[in-house]
């Protein structure tokens, strides 16, 4: 009995670690998703907790999913609550490598034409799926601010 229980300890132990490193990319970089789907509030303090994140960890890779609600600081003419322009920190973020997507279904059930949407986002067909890909499939870890 005794050597079942150090066996199971071992495979938890294992699995611990094989999921603590599903989040680093090849050359041992962090890799983390930001979820945004909550409106410019969220957006502005995501922000913010990105460039945290990046001051801290430099080599980590960023991805920003937004959805929803969450698309709103990458349109046209967005402002923080504070009211100055998002389009400054996207614009900086993207500079330090972090990218950002868009849900197609948001788009297209708000009625918002892609056009609108920051140059330096990609849209995707669904933000969640592409979400969940992200973690899934590419070893990401989940951040929502």
Known sequence: MKRVTNFLKLVAAGLVLASSSMAQAADGAVKA???F???VA???QGLRN???HLNAD???KIVVV???KGIDFLLEGAKTPEGSPFSGSIGDLAARG???RVCNNTLVARKIDPARVALEAK???SGVAEVANLQAKEGFAYVRP
């Open 66 to 68: 937004a959805h929803g």
């Open 42 to 44: 969220q957006a502005s």
């Open 37 to 39: 789907a909550d409106g």
């Open 123 to 125: 849209v995707v067909p």
């Open 50 to 52: 990105i460039n945290n």
């Open 58 to 60: 430099p080599t980590v």
């Open 98 to 100: 972090v990218e950002f």
């Open 33 to 35: 998703v930001y979820h």
